[in-house]
């Protein structure tokens, strides 16, 4: 079995991304790995290599394993979603892919999701295979899994890793079909053992959840193209994979043909906002007065941009001694906002700051809209020295090793009441 080449290109953190360009078709697509992968070891199995081909076909098809997958680098702890996300980023830039279509599986899909959020511009079509818009339990979620039951399946994912009888259980919900097939059991072992650790594992298993939600996840996207196929299995390239192919040429090649993106330019993006201010401002001018505090000022605005500088952030507004910046990731934000506040001590200045991440409108090239007024109000809320975020922030770095202290519900001028977490200062976890 001829293996395509295998390349790497380095993230903007430093990790090392194994990848492989396959077909050259006239655009791209992107398949977005799952934590089980491993560009060399899957060209083995025919089924995966077969649909891998197909797509092919039709494209120029980017694959690539995900940080702390396969034969790419591994990082120190769990990456978040944004770090992931980086790692698509990673591999289109590379190969000078300006745009491609997505092509999201499983619990992970919600990466191909996300950049899709993040970099609407780069981005001409998003398929979604049996993708779970979230993995936990909620009122308005009965298809999540409940925390102890998440649990449950963490410590059963570490303590039988790679195990046959483990494998062939997940065989069984996963691809039914051919779950009886000991070739499949052995290859799977194979693959998983060349593919993650125990603890990646864990966090697929905590993640996961029954994945016939696909139609809940199409309905809260406008405009979006639901296609269900026959069979009850849910990888793309077991059953009946040639249906999965057609439905998503047909899908991307008329996307590609109408070019929607030559009329119409992106007119919102999720993005988070950060908002710092200096606490009793007045007072300090009053008392060193209009020269010195002018100064400390600029010295202020420097330290600040500077590090809006090194964590990728955009600087929207400065209002007085306030800054109002946006970021592509939530977690650099957080790291952003930490930064600030520790180079601004320095200079005997206290700031508060509040952090909130949602869909913003696109203005002038500036973000705006309700998510921009529910990150001020968040700000609002921080007492000096703190670091506040929503729990819509909290959520979407979990696993980057941020920690947080509960500040209960707020009811936000204009807003509502929303959930709110200080960063902590300590040290991160791994």
């Known amino acids: 079995m001829d293996v395509p080449a295998i390349r790497y290109t ?217 296609h269900e196929l026959d069979g009850i299995d849910h990888i793309p390239w077991v059953g009946d994979p040639g249906a999965v192919v057609v439905a998503v040429r047909e899908f991307v090649e008329r996307i590609w043909r109408d070019r929607p993106w030559e009329e119409i330019e992106p007119d919102r993006v999720l993005a988070t906002v950060l908002f710092t201010d200096i606490v009793g401002s007045t007072e300090k001018a009053m008392t060193l007065g209009n020269a010195r505090w002018s100064e400390l000022l600029r010295e202020h605005h420097t330290r600040v941009r500077g590090q809006l500088a090194r964590f990728r952030g955009h600087e929207i507004d400065t209002a007085g001694d306030g800054f109002f910046a946006s970021f592509d990731g939530p977690a650099r934000a957080i790291r952003c906002a930490r930064a600030v ?36 109000r968040v700000a609002a809320e921080a007492k000096p020295d703190e670091i506040l975020v929503s729990g819509t922030v909290k959520d979407l770095v979990a696993g980057s090793g941020i920690q947080f202290e509960d500040r209960g519900l707020r009811t936000l001028k204009g807003v509502g009441k929303w959930h709110l977490f200080a960063v902590s200062s300590g040290a991160e976890a791994a």
């Open 10 to 226: 380095r993230t903007t953190d430093g990790l090392n991304i194994a990848y492989q360009v396959v077909g050259e078709g006239p655009f791209d697509l992107v398949f977005v790995p799952q934590v089980i992968s491993n560009v060399q070891i899957f060209w083995e199995n025919p089924r995966w290599a077969d649909f891998m081909r197909e797509l092919a076909s039709f494209s120029r098809l980017l694959l690539f394993d995900r940080r702390g997958v396969g034969l790419s680098d591994r990082p120190s702890g769990v990456p978040a979603l944004e770090q992931r996300m980086d790692d698509v980023r990673a591999v289109m830039d590379v190969v000078g892919s300006e745009r491609a279509a997505l092509f999201g599986t499983g619990p992970d899909g919600a990466m191909a999701v996300l950049f899709a959020a993040t970099y609407p511009e780069r981005v001409t079509a998003l398929v979604l295979f049996a993708v779970p818009p979230r993995g936990m339990w909620a009122p308005d979620y009965s298809w999540g899994v409940r925390e102890d039951e998440a649990r449950n399946l963490v410590e059963e994912a570490e303590r039988h890793f790679a195990e046959s009888d483990y494998v062939a259980r997940l065989a069984q919900r996963m691809y039914p079909t051919i779950a009886t097939d000991e070739e499949v059991i052995a290859w799977a072992v194979h693959a998983t053992r060349l593919s993650a650790t125990p603890g990646a594992l864990a966090a697929l298993r905590q993640m996961n959840l029954p994945v016939d939600v696909s139609q809940f996840v199409a309905e809260q996207v406008p405009g979006a193209l639901y």
């Open 341 to 376: 506040r520790d180079a601004v001590a320095e200079l005997g200045i206290e700031i508060r700051a509040g952090l909130h991440a949602g869909e913003c409108e696109l203005i002038d090239g500036k973000v705006g809209g309700v998510a921009v007024h529910i990150g001020a």
